[in-house]
C-alpha cells in the first residue's frame, strides 16, 4: 500500500509485453466477493427469467397446438372466434409471466447467492 485506500499492483501485460503499475481505489472497487456474489445472483435470476420465459412459450405452444387439431372441422366463423379466445389467453398468460418476471427480478435484490459451482471430493487410498 502507498497511500490510505489505494493499492498499487504490477500487472504484464501480455499484448504489449510491458509490465504496467495500476493503483487501485480500494473504496470504490468492490472486492473480489462481493462481486462473485453480485455475479452468481445475476446468474441464478437470469436462469429463474429464463425458465419462466420457456413455461410460458411451452403453455402457449400447446394450446395452440390443440386449438389447430380441434379448429381443423370448424367453420370459418367459429375458427374466427377461436382464435379471438386464444388471443386473449395468449395475452393473459404473457402478462402474468412478464409480471412474474419483474417480481423475480425485484426479489432477487433481496438476497446474496453464493453459487457453489461444481465440487468434486476425491479419495485418496495408499499404495498398501
Not at 504484464?12 to 466477493?33: A, H, M, Q, Y
Amino acid at each position: 500500500m502507498n497511500k490510505v485506500g489505494f493499492s498499487r499492483k504490477e500487472m504484464f501485460d501480455p499484448v504489449t509485453g510491458e509490465t504496467v503499475i495500476i493503483d487501485k481505489d480500494l473504496n470504490s472497487l468492490k472486492t473480489e466477493r462481493e462481486a462473485y456474489l453480485e455475479e452468481s445472483n445475476n446468474r441464478l435470476r437470469d436462469i429463474c427469467i429464463k425458465k419462466i420465459d420457456t413455461t410460458m412459450i411451452g403453455a402457449l405452444d400447446a394450446i395452440e397446438s390443440e386449438i389447430s387439431l380441434f379448429s381443423e372441422n370448424l367453420a370459418d366463423s367459429d375458427k374466427i372466434k377461436l382464435r379471438g379466445l386464444y388471443s386473449k389467453v395468449r395475452s393473459r398468460v404473457l402478462d402474468n409471466g412478464n409480471n412474474q418476471k419483474r417480481a423475480i427480478v425485484e426479489e432477487f435484490k433481496h438476497y446474496t447467492i453464493d453459487w457453489q459451482k461444481y465440487k468434486i471430493t476425491m479419495q485418496v487410498k495408499s499404495k498398501d
